[in-house]
């Protein structure tokens, strides 16, 4: 099965799923003694997206039924925050809590952008204009939140202004990305807000776009290597992605690619790449606490997997 088919069966897979079936002080030195979270001990969870917050607070969603679980760096074991299926919210993909304290849920299949408040309120619901969608991850700028749709190969933007929450509206549509994306995924922006950088992982490119232009083009990795990814994470201008490729004897394995990009972000180099993990691990996004990287092990290769549903640390690479 070529990596277009998988893809393309994970996103009818994860619809078909969805809807079927967290607080304190910053991190200490005894972060390092908890190697692994328990997400979930439901069976079919399938956690997919997560977020590790400034203050140790750790949100992480579940694709296959919409919940959101909550717990800290220092505490071994997450616990339910939002319920599944509340809110119509019956997948949940990319997650990320803004500088006002509110909490941003891709809602996958859903079509929907999920916002609440710190106590679980919903603060607003906005749904794309589309027959069909996957919305599937986040990333903000200071006047908008941007989100991958891996059905429409769109980007859709929210405008923020102070506590209003603008409409879900295309912003880079289809057309205008070359190579044709086929699964676009992870996003952030660059620290100075004038670009966003996408990651497409059926023809295996990172796109940049020009927020003021909104023209993308392909992010030139040197020496014939690749990169795209799943989960991103932007620190300055290295770039970690999540990322799945098959090994000599075939086998699909998953990492995090580090890359090292260029000051207009047109380019980059490959720095380091993770101890590799198997495909029933299935990590899928990232995040930073501290002197470590998190990533979730969804288990999707291997749906619905088997409990208990982890967030462990990158083996191999900081």
């Given at each position: 099965m070529d990596r277009r088919t998988i893809l393309k069966t994970g996103v009818a897979a994860l619809a078909a799923t969805a809807?079927?079936?967290?607080?304190?002080?910053?991190?200490?030195?005894?972060?390092?003694?908890?190697?692994?979270?328990?997400?979930?001990?439901?069976?079919?969870?399938?956690?997919?997206g997560i977020e590790v917050t400034s203050d140790g607070t750790i949100y992480v969603t579940s694709v296959a039924t919409g919940a959101v679980l909550r717990g800290h760096v220092r505490e071994p074991e997450l616990r339910p925050f939002l319920a599944p299926g509340v809110d119509g919210r019956t997948s949940a993909t990319g997650v990320h809590r803004d500088r006002r304290g509110r909490l941003f849920v891709a809602g996958a299949a859903t079509g929907s952008l999920f916002v609440y408040d710190r106590s679980g309120r919903l603060l607003a619901r906005r749904t794309v204009d589309a027959a069909a969608s996957f919305l599937n991850d986040l990333a903000f700028t200071a006047d908008a939140v941007y989100v991958t749709d891996s059905v429409n190969q769109t980007v859709w933007r929210v405008a923020l202004a102070g506590d209003r929450i603008g409409q879900l509206t295309p912003w880079v549509t289809v057309g205008a990305f070359d190579p044709v994306p086929q699964f676009v995924n992870g996003i952030v922006a660059s620290p100075d807000g004038r670009y966003l950088l996408v990651g497409e992982q059926a023809v295996d490119v990172t796109y940049r776009i020009e927020i003021a232009t909104r023209r993308a083009s392909q992010v030139r990795i040197a020496d014939g290597q690749v990169f795209s990814g799943d989960g991103f994470l932007l620190e300055g201008r290295r770039l970690y992605g999540v990322w799945n490729r098959q090994n000599a004897a075939g086998e699909w394995e998953f990492l995090t690619r580090l890359v090292e990009l260029n000051r207009d972000f047109t380019a980059a180099r490959v720095v380091a790449d993770s101890t590799p993990v198997g495909g029933a691990v299935g990590?899928?996004?990232?995040?930073?606490?501290?002197?470590?990287?998190?990533w979730v092990n969804s288990q999707l290769p291997a749906a619905p997997g088997t409990p208990p549903y982890l967030v462990t640390e990158v083996p191999g690479l900081r």
């Open positions: 809807g079927a079936v967290a607080l304190g002080a910053p991190a200490s030195a005894n972060t390092a003694l908890i190697k692994e979270y328990v997400v979930s001990r439901e069976p079919g969870a399938n956690p997919e990590p899928t996004t990232i995040a930073r606490d501290r002197g470590r990287l998190l």
